[in-house]
């Protein structure tokens, strides 16, 4: 098991167990036994983690060897999170910078008027909620609110200011 760093985009740091013996691998449970190389031994798998400031992990994808890592969705994955670690909001599925999010649901109605404005969301109607008066609707949606910032770099997703 060693480190290596590599700085293509921002410092970061690549993992890479290299044992002959895949005692670490094993260990691990990382080895695909459906995949296996020209010796008939399981391939490992590949992970990808993104972590947060305090070094607790805020995303983790895992393909296996025969699949290659998709750098678009990794950005993709970057950007949500650095817009919805400092917003009310998620993301919807297959979302991109720019597109549309989902107001977090712990808002209110009355919380998501005052952080977005009267009107400046959009509720979408669901069955479930059919005829019913709620204090928040379920799955309601706003304007992308980031804005293009300058510097810091891929991973300042967590830039906020610890107090201390």
């Known amino acids: ?3 290596q760093s590599h700085s293509c985009f921002t410092p970061h740091t690549h993992i890479y167990i290299k044992k002959k ?3 670490k691998s094993v260990e691990l449970g990382i080895l695909d036994e459906t995949n296996k190389d020209t010796k008939g031994l399981p391939m490992t798998v590949r992970s990808v983690f993104i ?11 895992t393909y296996p060897a025969t699949c290659g890592r998709n750098f678009d969705e990794i950005l993709r ?3 949500s999170l650095q817009l919805t670690s ?12 720019g597109d549309d999010v989902i107001v977090n649901f712990p808002l209110t109605d009355a919380d998501a008027d005052d952080k977005f404005g009267k009107g ?4 979408i109607d669901l069955p479930s909620e059919k005829g019913k008066e709620l204090t928040k ?5 706003t304007k992308d609110p980031s ?8 991973f300042s997703m967590f830039s906020k200011k610890e107090k201390k």
């Open 51 to 61: 972590l947060k400031p305090d070094k607790t992990i805020a995303l983790m994808m």
């Open 21 to 23: 013996d895949r005692e």
């Open 120 to 123: 400046g969301y959009r509720v």
């Open 1 to 3: 098991l060693y480190l």
């Open 147 to 154: 804005k293009p910032k300058r510097g810091g770099g891929l």
């Open 77 to 79: 994955c970057v950007d």
């Open 86 to 97: 400092g917003e009310s909001v998620a993301t919807p599925v297959n979302w991109k910078k």
């Open 137 to 141: 609707h379920y799955l309601r949606y």
